[in-house]
């Protein structure tokens, strides 16, 4: 990827300070190994996209990758992220591909069973 | 894990066919992984947790622990499940053990990051 392009990692967002954190440690990973990349929120945390946007184009970034931190697609990801999507390439004249959600990549899954198998290891093996 | 014990994944539930869908592929692996573990829905969909703990029972199971399939703790997973899982404790005389949302653990966010990875390099080297 070139510097003109930014991946935006799309959280639901909330008012709730320990939800927003549990989502920063999510995308942490990935902001580190991504050079310029950034999280942002769809409604009730800030950065909003659209506040990232305006910072990219600040940084004479046009083209956008938006990856939605949902487990699966439901009406959001339907309806509401495409719509708001079209409103900031038409506001802000910037293209941006929304996606699909991270769930759907199967590293998802594997992760999970991962995380469980550790859980019932640490359950049955406390440490001392 | 005894087989008196039955991990319980728990997602939010939809009334789309192609949210569940996702959610039982994120679920395979571990399902896969764990004899007897479950996937149930707190609302939306079927099998529900109540109905998912009465179908233990005929097996003679009183203990589960439920993984909320969330990248991180809002409302549902502080409020609303702790309660029906107060409820069922009481109305089955069940032992439920309620795990952080899956998203809290390390592994989730590695999954993010190497998900994004391999899109990436889809994007820039596509299939002939």
Request: aromatic residues 4%; without cysteine; hydrophobic residues 45%.
């Amino acid at each position: 990827m070139t510097s003109s392009h930014r991946i935006v990692l799309l959280a639901h967002g909330s008012s709730d300070k320990r939800w927003r954190e549990t989502f920063e440690q999510l995308a942490a990973p990935t902001l580190q190994a991504f050079a310029g990349s950034r999280i942002a929120y769809m409604e009730l945390a800030s950065p909003s996209l659209e506040e990232t946007i305006a910072e990219g184009l600040t940084e004479n970034i046009i083209e956008y990758t938006v990856v939605p931190l949902f487990l699966a697609a439901g009406r959001h990801l339907r309806k509401d992220v495409p719509a708001m999507i079209k409103g900031l390439e038409q506001d802000h004249g910037v293209k941006i591909h929304l996606a699909p959600p991270i769930g759907e990549n199967p590293l998802l899954g594997q992760a999970i069973k991962g995380a469980i198998a550790l859980q019932l290891d640490q359950a049955m093996n406390p440490a001392p």
